[in-house]
């Protein structure tokens, strides 16, 4: 098989040993004789699946009891809309910071439910920073602060945690979760699409404060109540069996190498050896973030001559350097480096931009 470095900004890459033991298992999971496809969500080795699942992620992100982990579907875009049918009323406020792509979807539909109040916005320079925390204009009896701690599209993300003052603070990490140590018992809810960090998509996540569940509104569908799956267990309905397994056994792999400390040391210096090859190019290319805001995981960046961008991305293919073409709404590159890009793949990136740059410039 080719070795190849998929810089996909999720789907994304897999961790190759969890890949591996999907593949041994797929036919015959722990002697059951069934695949884990095969099995009934009700039956004991699902059930020891999610309750593992469950078990270690609490023990990797040190999720405190009062809160329950959800493994839910609909992606981290149904949650923009159960956010605000379960968490505010049609005449409250949401306060919401404004960063990006992934913002404006949240505020677009918590603007269907309720009222919004945008505390900062960063348009005025193209969302390329998270304005400062002191100048944000917030609502004191807001329903709930919300803001996206990494912008998957802009490679913009949060290094700190918003103070809310009481106001329940809820966050969208569906980019960057698990890729660093966060202190749970900051937030009202935490919720995040699995298919970059956690394992495939179908999955979604959601970390909710006890006290934040039984406030939805009463005509709300039922799969659209977070209480459903708090009191069901994840298991209201028919869960998404086979994406929990492999998120589970992701799980079990961050902990087998250290947990989030070690994860985030290892994040750091990947992104460090991509900026630092933007930075050392003399203006070839260019990363539009605001330093203080770059991204870990996801990193954009332009040629300054973008004739250049199809023979870069072809450059890249044939180097077996995947995925890299920016979005398409702010073109370019981004290549997206998550806990499962090993460090080779950004040296080997860069070593190729390196090079790409010496013969074009
Ligand atoms: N929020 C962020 C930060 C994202 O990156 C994405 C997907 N890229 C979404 C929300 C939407 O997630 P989904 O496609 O799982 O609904």
Redesign the pocket.
């Known amino acids: 098989m080719t070795q190849v470095f998929n810089f996909s900004?999720?789907p994304a890459v897999l961790p190759s040993e969890v890949l591996r033991q999907v593949q041994a298992e797929l036919l015959d999971w722990h002697g059951s004789g069934m695949s884990v496809m095969e099995m009934s969500h009700r039956g004991i080795e699902f059930g020891q699946i999610l309750s593992e699942a469950e078990a270690d992620l609490r023990a990797l992100m040190a999720i405190p009891d009062n809160y329950k982990v959800l493994f839910l579907q609909?992606?981290?875009?149904?949650q923009f809309s159960m956010l605000p049918l379960n968490f505010a009323q049609t005449d409250s406020t949401i306060d919401f910071v404004h960063t990006g792509h992934?913002s404006k979807?949240a505020i677009a539909e918590a603007k269907r439910y309720a009222k919004v109040n945008i505390v900062a916005s960063s348009e005025d320079k193209n969302f390329s920073y998270v304005p400062e925390e002191s100048t944000w204009q917030r609502t004191p009896d807001a329903a709930y602060l919300h803001y996206?701690s990494?912008?998957?599209i802009g490679g913009v993300e949060f290094n700190h945690i918003p103070q809310s003052d009481g106001v329940p603070l809820i966050c969208?990490m569906?980019?960057n979760i698990l890729s660093r140590p966060i202190d749970v018992s900051q937030f009202a809810v935490i919720y995040a699409?699995a298919?970059?960090n956690i394992g495939p998509?179908g999955v979604?996540l959601s970390i909710v404060r006890e006290d934040m569940l039984g406030k939805a509104r009463s005509d709300i569908p039922t799969l659209m109540n977070y209480k459903t799956f708090a009191d069901n267990g994840s298991m209201y309905n028919t869960p998404p069996t086979f994406g929990i397994y492999v998120a589970g056994l992701v799980f079990k792999w961050l902990l087998k190498n250290g947990g989030l400390a070690v994860m985030e040391q290892k994040n750091i210096a990947k992104a460090n050896v991509l900026y630092s090859a933007i930075d050392a190019s003399n203006g070839f290319y260019h990363c539009p973030v605001a330093l203080a805001n770059r991204s870990r995981m996801n990193i954009p960046f332009t040629l300054a001559d973008s004739n250049l961008d199809k023979e870069f991305l072809a450059g890249a293919e044939a180097r077996h350097l995947l995925q890299l073409k920016g979005h398409r709404s702010v073109g370019g590159m981004r290549a997206s480096i998550y806990n499962a890009m090993p460090l080779e793949g950004c040296q080997a990136l860069a070593a190729y931009m390196n090079e790409f740059a010496k013969t074009k410039g």
């Open positions: 900004a999720g609909g992606g981290a875009m149904l992934w979807g996206c990494n912008e998957t969208d569906s980019s699409g298919q970059k998509s979604a």
